[in-house]
């Protein structure tokens, strides 16, 4: 038996007027999704804990039988063992984003306003020639500055100090000044790399090309070193990760999973769907693995930028390119299977961020199919009842055992 998981991160929604009062997720063609959720099981799940922050870091610890009331001590450490960043356990990272304010000559820092929290989801290319610029004129004494990807990167703080600080995607189009850092020196970074940046020749001729320019670092996601639990210890069972986010890869580090590169795979709209499908069934089959977590961003970012045709055309790839190829490879193989896809939590078109509402899952089982709804969506899974309050004993139903 073989065991996955497919993770749409912010797949999830709220009706909208536009779509005839329907989800993108209910409005999306999904074929597949609906084939299996007619022959499966579907209801609904909490990946957020009752007052915490609706972030990916706490739902896919949570989706990974990982407890966040336990085991979360902030973003940017997790993500930091994605990128090979080695905390001591007073240390202090955080995540820095590359990301888009208005740059409006008449108005000071704190009055600027924040416009895109990925800059045009930035290429990793450009975003590291800003982030080496900024190690050279920014960072103080005890600060550290690591290359992640896309917009996503890591400032670390050698015995530093732990702040609140607000995810940029939760302000769009606000006015950043009620939301920068308390403390002087992350904020004077912060001021000092805007006044670099809007004037860097790459960002001019970002500009030039229509591209939003990366202007700011914002820092957020502040955290310590943590400490998950061997996955295979926990389950039994040897997993893999394919994903292009350092989150997700850095939660698999630390819990002891092997992260897979695909190529192609950005965490955008356009990422290599089929790359990572195909990838998961070659671990699966071939290499010796009982486990895999395919974990797609795009209608995550496509919830933030706001854009709903963008949103339902991820979570259409989603449907197509992932678990269409995943399902017929593993059927041709003959091999037995049980999957779980979901997303982390609701990114609503509405809001643009993320929201701590259960979420919608689908498990289903080869060898034992059953009569189950005929469409997968918000509504049907809320209208069978079934509620996991504490998401994260859901893997546990996935692998038919109590590893929580």
């Known amino acids: 038996m073989k065991y996955l998981i497919i993770l749409g991160d912010g797949m999830a929604g ?16 999904t074929p597949e999704m609906d084939r299996l959720a007619a022959k499966g099981e579907i209801g ?42 080695n905390m001591a356990e007073d240390d202090i990272s955080f995540r820095c984003n590359l990301v888009t304010l208005t740059e409006d000559e008449r108005l000071s820092y704190e009055k600027q306003h924040m416009v895109d929290h990925s800059s045009d989801e930035i290429c990793t290319e450009d975003a590291a020639i800003l982030i080496a610029y900024l190690k050279e004129h920014i960072l103080r004494m005890g600060f550290s500055l690591y290359t992640g990807t896309s917009y996503r990167h890591l400032l670390l703080w050698e015995k530093g100090k732990r702040y609140e600080l607000t995810p940029p995607h939760d302000i769009l189009t606000k006015e950043i000044g009620a939301y920068l850092p308390e403390d002087a020196l992350l904020c004077s970074m912060m001021e000092q790399s805007y006044e670099l940046l809007k004037v860097h020749p790459l960002n001019i001729e970002r500009k030039k090309c229509g591209l939003r320019p990366a202007n700011s670092a914002w820092f957020w996601g502040a955290g310590s070193r943590p400490k998950l639990p061997d996955f295979y ?12 986010v350092d989150l997700l890869k850095g939660i698999a580090a630390a819990g ?23 990838a998961a069934v070659h ?18 970012e496509m ?32 091999e037995e299977f049980r999957l779980l896809l979901l997303p982390d939590h609701p990114t609503p078109i509405k809001v643009r961020t993320h929201t701590g509402e259960p979420v919608p899952y689908l498990l289903y089982d080869s060898t034992k199919e059953e009569a189950g709804p005929e469409a997968y969506n918000e509504k ?8 996991w309050p504490d998401g994260y004993q859901l893997i546990g139903h996935l692998l038919q055992e109590d590893i929580c």
């Open 380 to 387: 049907t899974a809320y209208a069978t009842g079934r509620n």
């Open 233 to 244: 210890e926990k389950t039994g069972k040897k997993g893999v990760m394919i994903s292009a």
């Open 14 to 29: 709220e009706p909208l007027e536009r779509l005839g009062d329907k989800t993108t997720l209910e409005w999306a063609k």
């Open 303 to 334: 919830g933030h930028q706001g854009i709903v045709k963008d949103k339902i055309t991820a979570i259409e790839n989603i449907d197509k390119k992932v678990l269409g190829i995943v399902v017929d490879g593993l059927r041709k193989a003959g």
């Open 44 to 85: 609904l799940a909490s990946m957020v804990p009752e007052g915490m922050a609706p972030g990916s870091d706490t739902a896919n610890l949570s989706v990974l039988g990982y407890d966040p009331r336990k085991y979360y001590t902030g973003r940017s450490p997790l993500e930091a063992f994605s990128i090979g960043v």
């Open 283 to 300: 671990a699966l089959l071939k290499e010796g693995y009982d486990f895999a977590y395919i974990h797609v961003e795009a209608p995550d």
């Open 256 to 278: 002891g999973m092997t992260n897979l590169h695909v190529e192609g795979a950005t965490g955008g709209l356009h990422t290599n769907y089929e790359g990572k499908a195909q």
